[in-house]
DNA sequence: CATGAAATGATAGACGTCTATCATTTTTCG
DNA sequence: CGAAAAATGATAGACGTCTATCATTTCATG
């Protein structure tokens, strides 16, 4: 049993494949000009030693730079605030990896605009994009452009279409959905009730999916509580506010609201004004959602737990620039948050 | 201003301090033999410039390798088990980054088994140590001798004596007794029960928090719930499924249980046997627990999400080890599973 | 001022990979 | 067979840090 003291080099490579060093980088950075026979003997020298080349002094040599870009939804929406706060707390950490963020603002659910700028992107070649999907025929161009030229594209938060992307970072939305409506279903004990639902737009993915979740498990599981049909917020507080004001007026009944997208502020101020208790679900833990929590406002709050996915996407474009095989990850999982788990605040 | 292409190199802390690259060197790896106005003019330079050392070159260099030792009690419990499994799963990552990890076993909820192996970890020079606590005087002495000769000691799922460790990775325990003591009394809709608990033993901090929290918030906010005095199960199944089972036998007043720590298998085959249906809310995401959970002998499961309590302990020991600041980590909450949002089976 | 001690400077080599260049060998095929 | 094309080999230098050694300068002290 031979010592495993240290790991083989390209050089360690080369010898055992009986070619020169040259010959062994050519095949494993596929620089090509390599005649087969010499590549097979090559790749079984790096499977029979085990080699891994070695990043850190592959990125030393190289000087190598990470330019990462993230493609967010503009405007007032807090939940990416947020996000954007998250990549700010991360960036020394960031730069000691020599690596570089950059976060662009595109308009909310407008895919012509999101394929603009997804156009632009694609031209600055960066080393990966993380981008807020949108579901729409309007944005496949530019990402099969951006993975075209070799460009990792992750989508974040809400989901593009498979072929759009190498990976999708996010919960699952369907559950979310689920889990929504099972919370809804107890906290009626049995008794009839209407649910009011507040969504930011159909054609964001997330917001389609949690929807249908929460449809499915309250017909299956909770027959007694009504779904009214959906309100589109366009994740704008003021919007928010007063449609939902208006059902509220309009409609005694509304025992409930599940809010599953943005423009939670508005949501707040509408049921501060209606004073009699609706039970409420909201998403993402947010200083205003967190508030809401505290004043009995909402009742529940899904969290995405936003640092997960940040750091998650990071570490997936880094691996993929590094060429290097993916870390496994848990799946993220949306979490409960109740008056009695809040986090302490920072 | 200057263009920040790339970033200063400890020659260019040198240069700029007006000193040598030895001097510069003798200073930021605080070898000595510096006169102390050369020592600040070098860290002047260094704060001037924004260095920041390349780990990278350096662990090239050094051909740096690390070694981390992870304590765990040994038995069957099926938690620490997994923990294990978790460990084997990022094998392929750690030995890219050159780290080799070492799992000890010790008998649980003995002190002075656990001080003698951590005596014996301190002799073979680890670069780092990850322990489940516990509370005891026996263990100040070997953790002091691991932490005076510089070996980072981190509390894992238990925590320590804050002296005796640089950071306690795990969830607030005091929080996942509050949440059960919520769900549980929430589950009793206002109608009296008697609740059992459940634990391993008084000498695990964990165990001991999460009596404590949920004391508190049965007492304040569900006083018709009565608490019989716990069980000490030593995570064992066998003592588990007895002592349950008599006290089911006994008091068929007893409406719930919390099951703190192990012996779950145990627990199952005494409700399984018991008939009646009892709330039960237990610990830790497992095959077993999710089993219950999906027919319905548990109602909810308690999980500390096992594999970002590993990549935490794992990358602050790096960090400490790499002598670089810590990266942020957002606290640790527990996750409440129930059967509508189970993660998809790996 | 002389002497030994302490501090400082200078520098070479190693770590593993990448880039680049040029020389040499082998293959292809008209 | 001969010429062009393709493949291969050899090697030097760079990346930033660490280790080590030795020479030189500065300082404290009697």
Redesign the interface.
């Known amino acids: 049993m031979a010592s495993q003291t240290?790991?083989p080099t390209l050089s360690d490579v080369a010898q055992r494949a009986g070619v020169s060093y040259a010959t062994a980088d050519r095949v494993v950075n596929a620089r090509g000009h390599v005649a087969e026979k010499s590549a097979r003997k090559v790749t079984a020298a790096v499977a029979e030693l085990g080699y891994?080349r070695?990043?850190?002094?592959a990125?030393?040599s190289q000087?190598r730079e990470y330019r990462f870009v993230f493609v967010f939804p503009d405007g007032a929406n807090a939940f990416f605030a947020r996000m954007r706060d998250i990549l700010a707390?991360?960036q020394?950490?960031l730069?000691?990896a020599?690596t570089r963020i950059e976060v662009a603002q595109v308009p909310a659910f407008e895919p012509e605009a999101l394929a603009a700028h997804l156009e632009r992107v694609a031209q600055s070649r960066p080393d990966g994009v993380a981008v807020v999907g949108i579901d729409s025929a309007a944005i496949a161009a530019p990402l099969a452009a951006l993975r075209g030229s070799g460009v990792p594209v992750v989508s974040l938060v809400s989901d593009l279409p498979e072929t759009g992307r190498n990976a999708y970072i996010g919960i699952d939305n369907l559950?979310a959905g689920?889990?929504a409506a099972?919370l809804l279903g107890l906290s009626h004990?049995g008794r009839a009730g209407k649910a009011l639902v507040v969504l930011g737009a159909l054609n964001a993915r997330d917001h389609r999916d949690r929807l249908a979740g929460f449809h499915a498990?309250l017909r299956r599981d909770f027959g007694a509580v009504a779904v009214l049909p959906e309100i589109e917020g366009r994740d704008r507080a003021e919007v928010v506010e007063a449609r939902v004001s208006e059902a509220l007026a309009r409609d005694p009944d509304i025992s409930a609201i599940y809010c599953i997208g943005g423009g939670r502020r508005g949501l707040r101020r509408a049921l501060e004004r209606h004073g009699r208790p609706v039970f409420c679900i909201v998403h993402d833990l947010l200083d205003h959602t967190r508030a809401g929590l505290e004043e009995g406002l909402f009742d529940v709050v899904l969290d995405q737990?936003p640092?997960?996915e940040i750091d998650a996407a990071l570490s997936l474009m880094r691996a993929l620039g590094d060429r290097?095989?993916l870390?496994?990850r848990?799946?993220l999982?949306?979490?409960?948050f109740?008056?009695?788990?809040l986090?302490?605040q920072p």
């Open positions: 240290k790991s891994v070695n990043v850190a002094a990125n030393l000087q707390a991360r020394p950490g730069s000691r020599r559950m689920r889990m099972r004990g498990v737990r640092e997960e290097v095989p870390p496994p848990a799946p999982l949306p979490m409960i109740l008056r009695d788990n986090p302490p």
